[in-house]
């Protein structure tokens, strides 16, 4: 059986998905799984799709040091005991710079190129390219593509991509990416079956809450507009990231704190977001499930941002015609959703409460100007389908 192998790693985890591509058929995932603490407990879990457990097994951290090396052991897994032939792999990269917008086949060009992207995204950069670059040396015949978060908001106009600095930042790469831009791909292509007439022409705002939080606006089902900007700490408070702050903060804690630029990174992406505000968590279940007056204010600053930020997208899209959440709390949490909702009302928001309980794909009434979706979100499916149209051509 022809296998595609999608490998989305990270800092100290690389999470792992296999997709049947028979011809002529959407790819079928067969088997998800993560290998975590790598470097410290390194353990290599998986589960087919059905969620039987396929390998529960802990390493020493020698065993499993780096990346590369979690990469080879769990190949090594696959190889003696699944029956798969590996035809291509698929990796999820954060940055695709300023031009590439869409994916690429990651050769080694492509590769020393997207070296140069990161210093744009020290943190997560790096480890997306490791497993790439082990790849060409030990397999140099694979296919391997590169699908990129920013990718999908390189259409934006100068007004949405530029900050207001010197030209010659922007030049040297200063510009607001965007990211989440593989689930938004996703989402949109989700609307052309589910609500054709509105993915066509519609002006949608789709809200990406999961740890990581970023809104898109799509007009036509192409991006004009995000919340996320040069990195992926702007716009939403997230579950440990603050989004959007004023600079003058960070000017505050250099000049008044002394604070050097690792103890601000660490703040403001580790820190901050639900986990500082609440002072209990970066889950948005335990806020819920908690009365405390800092989860209170934790979901209370959530919702609001979300609401700003939704009224800054509908000004970009002039209008707006639907609004779509998707990821882990979009998804799941109804008291999220109605309380946006409710928020949104002036824009001719009308959630329907049952619908919304019983998470229906369409969660407004009949007389909602604006309708209501949940669409789960896939990246991984999208970068399978992307890695085989590589395959096929
Ligand atoms: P990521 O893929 O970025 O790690 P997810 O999309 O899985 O993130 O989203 C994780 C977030 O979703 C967490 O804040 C988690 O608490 C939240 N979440 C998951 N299930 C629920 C639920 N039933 N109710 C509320 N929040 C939920």
Not at 159 to 177: C, F, K, N, T
Request: charged share 20%; hydrophobic share 40%; glycine share 10%.
């Amino acid at each position: 059986m022809d296998v595609v192998l999608v490998v989305n790693a990270g800092s100290s985890s690389v999470k792992f998905q296999i997709f049947d591509v028979a011809p002529g058929t959407e790819p079928q995932r067969l088997v998800k799984g993560q290998f975590e603490g790598i470097g410290t407990r390194p353990r290599l879990r998986a589960e087919a799709n059905g969620g039987t457990q396929l390998i529960d097994k802990s390493y020493s951290p020698d065993q499993v040091a780096d990346v590369a090396a979690a990469m080879a052991a769990a190949s090594d897994w696959l190889q003696e005991t699944q029956t798969f032939k590996l035809t291509a792999v698929g990796h999820r990269v954060v940055h695709g710079g300023p031009d590439y917008d869409r994916p690429v086949v990651a050769d080694v060009e492509v590769l020393a190129r997207l070296e140069r992207y990161c210093p744009l995204a020290p943190l997560h950069q790096p480890n997306n390219l490791a497993p790439i670059r082990s790849l060409l040396k030990h397999r140099p015949d694979l296919l391997q593509v590169a699908c990129f978060d920013t990718a999908f908001h390189r259409g934006h106009s100068a007004v949405a991509d530029y900050y207001a600095l010197p030209e010659s930042y922007h030049r040297e790469g200063v510009r607001r990416y965007g990211f989440h831009g593989l689930s938004y791909e996703y989402v949109a292509g989700r609307l052309r079956t589910v609500a054709p007439e509105i993915a066509s022409g519609g002006r949608v705002i789709v809200a990406h809450l999961g740890s990581g939080a970023s809104m898109c606006a799509l007009a036509g089902g192409k991006s004009i507009e995000s919340t996320m900007g040069f990195t992926a700490l702007d716009g939403l408070p997230m579950g440990t990231r603050s989004g959007q702050i004023d600079p003058g903060v960070l000017l505050y804690f250099m000049t008044e704190k002394a604070m050097a630029p690792a103890a601000i990174e660490n703040l403001l992406y580790q820190e901050s977001g639900l986990k500082g505000l609440s002072g209990i968590s970066n889950d948005m279940r335990e806020l819920e499930a908690s009365n405390s007056p800092g989860a209170t204010l934790a979901i209370d600053y959530f919702v609001h941002r979300i609401a700003l930020n939704a009224g800054m997208l509908a000004a970009a899209l002039g209008g707006l015609d639907a609004f779509v959440f998707t990821a882990g709390i979009g998804e799941n949490s109804s008291a999220i959703r109605a309380r946006v909702a409710a928020k949104l009302s002036w824009l001719g928001v009308i959630a329907d409460p049952a619908a919304n309980t019983a998470s229906k794909l369409l969660i407004s009434t009949p007389e909602s100007r604006v309708g209501l979706y949940i669409v789960p979100t896939d990246e991984e499916l999208m970068i399978a389908r992307h890695t085989l149209s590589f395959m096929r051509t």
